[in-house]
Each structure stands twice: as structure tokens, then as C-alpha cells.
């Protein structure tokens, strides 16, 4: 019976090996919110109005020779939807949409990494929006990466399109001539900016003292 433990120990130990590994090698990338952009658009009539939301966080683990090992996981604040129109902007987030105060956060965690070429990948993984959760597949590309004088970092572009009415964002409004006023389809674009944060007692110099002070 020992032996039956010893041996189902050492298996155990064995199909942990490569997600220990993966993990030991991915890098971990905070979102610059300063420099990067959750934006979409939908349809209005004939035209596309885009909006964007100014409040979210998140974290990549990267690893550029091997994006399968990546992950990404991102929170936004519900409230920060901004389209430049006040009176829409708090239309959007009342119970017709986005329902802010009920739904505080947006979220999207990952489940799965599919490298392409080119520094093309696909992102698949859960969209979280009014509480409910659906599966989504965003096609992403690196736009670069290595050190800056603002620190590690790493771009990133993203795209994705989704139903709003899977998420339970169902206004609409019927026109008298036929047709709605908005469509259904949103399209989500993201421009990422993350930096490698640095290890704890590494930061910037402390500035010297002033020359007048003894």
C-alpha cells in the first residue's frame, strides 16, 4: 500500500512538472493604464459611435517564445464607460445597459493562448458583463517588446467582436421607417501597454540633496 502512494505521489508530481515550468517562465506584465485603451464601437443609425471605459487594471503573463504558457486577466470599472456625451454616458450606465451600481466591473480572464505568426496569437477566454459569463476569442498581436527608459514593457492590439444582447444589454429603440436604432454587434478594440514591475528595493535613486542644505 505504501508503494501503491509513493508511485501515485511521484505521477502527480510528474503532470505538474510543465505547468510548474510554464508558469517559472512566463513574465509578469502590469497594464499601463496610461498608456493603453479599452475602446469599442457600435452601430448608431448609418454610423459607428465609438466609447471607451477610462478606470480598469489588469496582469499579463508573457512569454514571447512561448505564448501558449500566456495569460491575461483584466478588471474594469463599469462606471468609467465614456462616449464624450454626458447625458448618454449615464443612460449607459443605468439598468438599460450596463447597470453600473448593481454590475461595479467588467471582467475577462483567459483559458487559453494560440500562437500564430508573425507575433499573431488568439486569445481565448471569459468575458464577464452584467454577471453573466460568456466565452470569447480575441485575435491579438505583440507589437513589440524589451527595455525602456520608462522600464520593461511590452504592446500589445486586440480585437474582438460581441453580442451585447448575449450579456443582457437589450435597449433598443424601433425606428418608425423600420429597423433599430442600434445594432447589436459591439466591437471591442484594445491598445495594451504593460511593464515588468521592478523588484523591491530596485527603484529610482532617491534625488540628491539640495545644494544649500548642510
Given at each position: 500500500?505504501?508503494?501503491?502512494t509513493?508511485?501515485?505521489?511521484?505521477?502527480?508530481?510528474?503532470?505538474?512538472?510543465?505547468l510548474t515550468?510554464?508558469?517559472?517562465?512566463?513574465?509578469?506584465?502590469?497594464?499601463?493604464?496610461n498608456?493603453?485603451?479599452?475602446?469599442?464601437?457600435?452601430?448608431?443609425?448609418?454610423?459607428?459611435?465609438?466609447?471607451?471605459?477610462?478606470?480598469?487594471e489588469?496582469?499579463?503573463?508573457?512569454?514571447?517564445?512561448?505564448?501558449?504558457?500566456?495569460?491575461?486577466?483584466?478588471?474594469?470599472?463599469?462606471?468609467?464607460?465614456?462616449?464624450?456625451?454626458?447625458?448618454?454616458?449615464?443612460?449607459?450606465?443605468?439598468?438599460?445597459?450596463?447597470?453600473?451600481?448593481?454590475?461595479?466591473?467588467?471582467?475577462?480572464?483567459?483559458?487559453?493562448?494560440?500562437?500564430?505568426?508573425?507575433?499573431?496569437?488568439?486569445?481565448?477566454?471569459?468575458?464577464?458583463?452584467?454577471?453573466?459569463?460568456?466565452?470569447?476569442?480575441?485575435?491579438?498581436?505583440?507589437?513589440?517588446?524589451?527595455?525602456?527608459?520608462?522600464?520593461?514593457?511590452?504592446?500589445?492590439e486586440?480585437?474582438?467582436?460581441?453580442?451585447?444582447?448575449?450579456?443582457?444589454?437589450?435597449?433598443?429603440?424601433?425606428?418608425?421607417?423600420?429597423?433599430?436604432?442600434?445594432?447589436?454587434?459591439?466591437?471591442?478594440?484594445?491598445?495594451?501597454?504593460?511593464?515588468?514591475?521592478?523588484?523591491?528595493?530596485?527603484?529610482?535613486?532617491?534625488?540628491?540633496?539640495?545644494?544649500?542644505?548642510?
Amino acid at each position: 500500500m505504501k508503494r501503491i502512494t509513493v508511485v501515485l505521489g511521484i505521477a502527480a508530481l510528474a503532470a505538474l512538472l510543465p505547468l510548474t515550468r510554464a508558469l517559472a517562465e512566463t513574465t509578469l506584465y502590469k497594464i499601463d493604464p496610461n498608456h493603453s485603451v479599452v475602446g469599442f464601437s457600435i452601430r448608431h443609425l448609418f454610423s459607428k459611435v465609438p466609447g471607451r471605459f477610462n478606470d480598469f487594471e489588469g496582469t499579463i503573463q508573457f512569454d514571447d517564445k512561448n505564448m501558449a504558457a500566456s495569460s491575461v486577466e483584466t478588471t474594469i470599472k463599469t462606471a468609467s464607460i465614456f462616449t464624450n456625451q454626458e447625458k448618454r454616458d449615464t443612460h449607459l450606465r443605468s439598468a438599460d445597459f450596463f447597470a453600473a451600481d448593481s454590475f461595479p466591473t467588467i471582467t475577462f480572464k483567459s483559458t487559453k493562448v494560440t500562437p500564430g505568426e508573425n507575433n499573431k496569437f488568439q486569445i481565448e477566454g471569459d468575458l464577464t458583463i452584467r454577471g453573466r459569463t460568456k466565452r470569447v476569442v480575441l485575435d491579438a498581436e505583440l507589437l513589440g517588446l524589451g527595455a525602456t527608459p520608462m522600464g520593461t514593457r511590452a504592446g500589445f492590439e486586440a480585437s474582438t467582436t460581441v453580442n451585447r444582447k448575449d450579456f443582457g444589454v437589450l435597449w433598443n429603440k424601433t425606428l418608425d421607417q423600420g429597423g433599430t436604432l442600434l445594432g447589436d454587434d459591439v466591437v471591442i478594440n484594445l491598445g495594451v501597454e504593460a511593464v515588468k514591475p521592478e523588484p523591491k528595493g530596485q527603484g529610482s535613486a532617491p534625488p540628491p540633496p539640495s545644494a544649500g542644505k548642510k
